[in-house]
């Protein structure tokens, strides 16, 4: 006597969590015996279905966490306009080895030449890989920090900080930190060494002004700068910012005159 297993398939894939798999086992199950599938065929490409389902709502997720200011790409970045950066670098960096390797990604650069654009790119690759990126500018975690230490719980937020693949610290240098800013800022960088965390910042300061940054404490600039100089990759881009170009391509455009000049920009880093 046979057991009615067709009843009980459904129900069996939902009690396990396979929805995509249940919402679709009829229509796979009509395809596979129209096109005569093997047995294994059927199972494969019904859980390759789930798997693809639960991926994408991991990256939707992670993209949600990550606090991206927006969406940028490798794809919308014009490597032409820049050619003080080697795209073949970039091109290793999208593979995501760096991030098990414990390799800090640091581009530094005067406004408007990409920074922010290339780093969230990286960020939201390690989000479509599957994994965890959080993107923060550097004078925003600080304050997070202070915070956390105001309401006697910084031992959770240095741990928090631990959590992400890849944590994005955007504009260093762009306000200087007091004294605890900078030790507790000092902290994550060096908690995340010490895992073998990646970390990518990007800067307007050379190396040599990061002392001014961290609140003059040049010992802890040049400790912070040990740590993640030791396993990293340096992007220093020299070249003219984006936005001035477009604006001055557009102004090319309507009235003829090619140049702008910067003081009437408003050209704030985004
Ligand atoms: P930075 O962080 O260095 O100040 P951003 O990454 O904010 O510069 O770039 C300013 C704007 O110009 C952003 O909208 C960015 O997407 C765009 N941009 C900069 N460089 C390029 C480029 N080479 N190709 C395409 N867009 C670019
Ligand atoms: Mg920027």
């Known amino acids: ?3 009615p297993y067709e009843a009980s398939a459904e129900d069996g894939l939902d009690k396990l969590g396979l929805h995509v798999c249940k919402d679709r086992l009829d229509s796979v199950a009509q395809r596979a015996a129209a096109e005569g599938w093997s047995y294994t065929h059927f199972l494969g490409y019904l859980l390759d279905g789930e798997l693809r389902a639960r991926h994408e709502k991991r990256v ?3 993209l949600q966490f990550a606090k991206f200011p927006a969406l940028k790409d490798l794809e919308g970045f014009d490597f032409s306009a820049q050619p003080s950066l080697d795209k073949r670098l970039m091109d290793e960096l999208v593979t ?4 098990s390797e414990g390799r800090n990604v640091i581009l530094l650069g005067p406004p408007g030449v990409g920074k922010t654009h290339l780093a969230i790119a990286l960020g939201v690759q390690v989000a479509q890989a ?8 550097a004078m925003d975690l600080a304050h997070q920090l202070t915070k956390a230490v105001d309401q006697n ?6 741990n928090a900080l631990m959590q992400p693949r890849l944590l994005i610290l955007d504009e260093l240098g762009y306000l200087a930190f007091d004294p605890v800013q900078a030790s507790l800022l000092f902290q994550v960088i060096c908690n995340r060494y010490q895992k073998g965390q990646s970390i990518a910042i990007t800067s ?3 190396f040599s002004e990061w002392g001014q940054v961290f609140a003059d404490d040049t010992v802890m600039a040049s400790a912070a700068l040990d740590r993640l100089l030791h396993r990293a990759t340096v992007f220093n881009i020299r070249g003219e910012s984006y936005r001035l170009k ?8 309507t009235n003829g005159h090619g140049e702008s000049s910067p003081l009437e920009q408003n050209d704030h880093p985004i």
Do not use: I, P, W
Request: net charge positive.
């Open 1 to 3: 006597m046979s057991v």
């Open 153 to 158: 719980r910084l031992h959770r937020k240095l």
């Open 60 to 62: 939707e997720l992670n």
């Open 246 to 253: 477009d604006r001055r391509k557009a102004g090319a455009h």
């Open 130 to 137: 599957g994994n965890r990126v959080y993107f923060t500018t």
């Open 204 to 206: 307007n300061k050379a």
């Open 96 to 99: 995501g080895r760096y991030l």
